[in-house]
């Protein structure tokens, strides 16, 4: 019989499948609006590929709101 006491359960409020960009930047912002989420991921490493290679107003905004921008902009630069 067990114990109450080994109990380890973990409970959240989203769950968010993939940790590409999308995933990332809303478990961000989820995280932001103090909403307990978990990312799961199905890859054992950090992709090489190229993902979310493109970024439209929207995207700048969204990365601009998580304070992330400055960051990314002069890591990626321009076209």
């Known amino acids: 019989m067990a114990s109450s006491s080994l109990n380890h359960d973990?409970?959240?409020?989203?769950?968010?499948?993939?940790?590409?960009?999308?995933?990332?930047?809303?478990?961000?912002?989820?995280?932001?609006?103090?909403?307990?989420?978990?990312?799961?991921?199905?890859?054992?490493?950090?992709?090489?590929?190229?993902?979310?290679?493109a970024l439209d107003e929207d995207g700048i905004r969204f990365l601009q709101g998580l304070g992330l921008y400055e960051h990314v902009f002069s890591d990626i630069g321009t076209c």
Request: some cysteine.
């Open 10 to 53: 973990e409970t959240t409020d989203v769950v968010i499948c993939g940790c590409g960009p999308t995933g990332a930047m809303l478990s961000a912002y989820l995280g932001r609006a103090t909403v307990a989420n978990i990312v799961l991921e199905k890859e054992p490493d950090i992709t090489t590929d190229p993902r979310g290679i």
